[in-house]
Nanobody, 121 residues
Framework: VQLQAYGGGLVQAGGSLRLSCETS????????MGWFRQAPGKDREFVAA??????YYVDSVKGRFTISRDMFKNTLYLQMNSLRPEDTAVYFC?????????????????WGQGTLVTVSS
């Protein structure tokens, strides 16, 4: 089972990026898929999660980020709009096979390698 995140980069404040997470080895059709981020010197933070059509976001990204998935492409997305310097972090995708939607990173079984998002002011 592999998760591979990509799509990060450098963007100015107010800009947009779309992160992708390609999965292989398992469909994750009935599993929780999530995005986390870790800023320099800080703990890993929950960003968003999705299971079936249910989504959940951390308050700081509500209205700006959208999590979605394409079952046929086995890909999870995170559309990030109105980016702020405080969104700068390494973003990780994750999959939880034995949990409902949760913000708890330890409940997720599989992790991607992370992709860096840098938002300049």
């Amino acid at each position: 089972v592999q998760l591979q995140a990509y799509g990060g980069g450098l963007v100015q404040a107010g800009g947009s990026l779309r992160l992708s997470c390609e999965t292989s080895g398992r469909t994750f059709r009935n599993d929780v898929m999530g995005w986390f981020r870790q800023a320099p010197g800080k703990d890993r933070e929950f960003v968003a999660a999705l299971k079936w059509r249910i989504t959940y976001y951390v308050d700081s990204v509500k209205g700006r980020f959208t999590i979605s998935r394409d079952m046929f492409k086995n890909t999870l997305y995170l559309q990030m709009n109105s980016l702020r310097p405080e969104d700068t972090a390494v973003y990780f995708c994750a999959a939880g096979t034995r949990t409902a939607i949760t913000t708890n990173a330890s409940a997720y079984d599989y992790w991607g390698q992370g992709t860096l998002v840098t938002v300049s002011s």
